[in-house]
T-cell receptor, first 116, second 109 residues
Framework: DVKVTQSSRYLVKRTGEKVFLECVQDMDHENMFWYRQDPGLGLRLIYFSYDVKMKEKGDIPEGYSVSREKKERFSLILESASTNQTSMYLC???????????????FGEGSRLTVL | GQNIDQPTEMTATEGAIVQINCTYQTSGFNGLFWYQQHAGEAPTFLSY????GLEEKGRFSSFLSRSKGYSYLLLKELQMKDSASYLCAVTNYGQNFVFGPGTRLSVLP
């Protein structure tokens, strides 16, 4: 079974702190995604990556950056956390290469971030 | 741009049938997914449609009409454990998945 693991289930940070959210998948998937989920807004894509060292902006990239140094790991970085970044963050992965998507999304358990 | 619409909430009775609709407007459509998400948990895959028609999987079926930009998820013989949010998602020719706002289904005894 595909396993997508997020490093922290719950985090509490202060405004202005730098926050790292780590995600690791064990199925050699090419594509990895970071979403945030807020009540009434559904899942919104922050960034995605279809290869090592590649990244693409999603719908709401402002205030976030990402890093993909290894195929299995995709990190989301909040350089200076703000209260409006309080949310549930979901990492996901899928198979597929060079624009040819082949598989569904597999999600991690989520990281609930509270910024005070 | 891309726009996906679903009803916000639905209520149904245990043992009944419920249909959750999803309408979408998107460029480069490449497939439509349905996910189930229980409160506090990650979404899990339910079904995938890329061609028009009905896909059946046990108690769950999903239908797609590409010309109408319309899909529905049909849940039969509802059980209490089916109380969850149901997310419609569309993929385009890239590897991107765009999600609708989700429909929260409550199954009552």
């Amino acid at each position: 079974d595909v396993k997508v693991t997020q490093s922290s289930r719950y985090l509490v940070k202060r405004t202005g702190e730098k926050v790292f959210l780590e995600c690791v998948q064990d199925m050699d998937h090419e594509n990895m995604f970071w979403y945030r989920q807020d009540p009434g807004l559904g899942l919104r894509l922050i960034y995605f990556s279809y290869d090592v060292k590649m990244k693409e902006k999603g719908d709401i990239p402002e205030g976030y950056s990402v890093s993909r140094e290894k195929k299995e790991r995709f990190s989301l970085i909040l350089e200076s956390a703000s209260t409006n970044q309080t949310s549930m963050y979901l990492c996901a992965s899928s198979s597929g290469t060079s624009g040819s998507w082949t598989g569904e999304l597999f999600f991690g358990e989520g990281s609930r971030l509270t910024v005070l | 741009g891309q726009n996906i619409d679903q009803p916000t909430e639905m209520t149904a009775t245990e043992g009944a049938i419920v249909q959750i609709n999803c309408t979408y407007q998107t460029s480069g459509f490449n497939g439509l997914f349905w996910y189930q998400q229980h409160a506090g948990e990650a979404p899990t895959f339910l079904s995938y449609n890329v061609l028009d028609g009905l896909e059946e999987k046990g108690r769950f079926s999903s239908f797609l009409s590409r010309s109408k930009g319309y899909s529905y998820l049909l849940l039969k013989e509802l059980q209490m454990k089916d109380s969850a949010s149901y997310l419609c998602a569309v993929t385009n020719y890239g590897q991107n998945f765009v999600f609708g706002p989700g429909t929260r289904l409550s199954v009552l005894p």
